[in-house]
T-cell receptor, first 114, second 114 residues
Framework: GAVVSQHPSWVICKSGTSVKIECRSL??????MFWYRQFPKQSLMLMAT?????????EQGVEKDKFLINHASLTLSTLTVTSAHPEDSSFYIC??????????FGPGTRLTVT | AQSVTQPDIHITVSEGASLELRCNYS??????LFWYVQSPGQGLQLLLK??????LVQGIKGFEAEFKRSQSSFNLRKPSVHWSDAAEYFC????????????FGDGTTLTVKP
């Protein structure tokens, strides 16, 4: 089946720095990718919809200047957490839309901001 | 607005026993319903989905779910649980065929006793 990878799988960064998370569809092209945030023991919260070649669409309450999304190719979307703070620590998950509207999820990235 | 409730935060069953995970939704129109499983360190995997037609839906890994409009429920079942089924299970409701903009429940953690 279709595979979506995320890199890195976990990252620790200092407060005030920026960190980039990559989401790749390995064996299919995805014009649409999604970025989610998952808090411990809670559900996934959609942050934004990433469309190849155009600006991302952010959900209400998500700061677009803090969570920069770039979908420069049909197989890669990146999420950059700018000026990270401890409250940004979370599990970030991406998904890519494949054929027939099938959605494939990445394994997630654990971000810890110290 | 759509919402999803998974009443059981944690369920423990013995291997070989039957399983039912509950999911209740609130949505004004015909819902699109999904069940996902998330194993530690892995992305979400689609177990099954319901869009229309037969209200009993068969999925992968021996899972099935039944859509009951009168009860606004979409419970997940498996006749005989295997130790490898231990994971986090998420129910989601949306308004189109891809789960990207769906609302996810908070999840149910399944523990399987030997």
């Amino acid at each position: 089946g279709a595979v979506v990878s995320q890199h890195p799988s976990w990252v620790i960064c200092k407060s005030g720095t920026s960190v980039k998370i990559e989401c790749r569809s390995l064996d299919f092209q995805a014009t649409t990718m999604f970025w989610y945030r998952q808090f411990p023991k809670q559900s996934l919260m959609l942050m934004a919809t990433s469309n190849e070649g155009s600006k991302a669409t952010y959900e209400q309450g998500v700061e677009k200047d803090k969570f920069l999304i770039n979908h420069a190719s049909l197989t890669l979307s990146t999420l950059t957490v700018t000026s990270a703070h401890p409250e940004d620590s979370s599990f970030y998950i991406c998904s890519a839309l494949g054929q027939g509207d099938e959605q494939y999820f990445g394994p997630g990235t654990r971000l810890t901001v110290t | 607005a759509q919402s999803v409730t998974q009443p059981d935060i944690h369920i423990t069953v013995s291997e070989g026993a039957s399983l039912e995970l509950r999911c209740n939704y609130s949505y004004g129109a015909t819902p699109y319903l999904f069940w996902y499983v998330q194993s530690p360190g892995q992305g979400l995997q689609l177990l099954l989905k319901y869009f229309s037609g037969d209200t009993l839906v068969q999925g992968i890994k021996g899972f099935e779910a039944e859509f009951k409009r009168s009860q606004s429920s979409f419970n997940l079942r498996k006749p005989s649980v295997h130790w490898s089924d231990a994971a986090e299970y998420f129910c989601a409701v949306g308004y189109n065929t891809n789960a990207g903009k769906s609302t996810f429940g908070d999840g149910t953690t399944l523990t399987v006793k030997p």
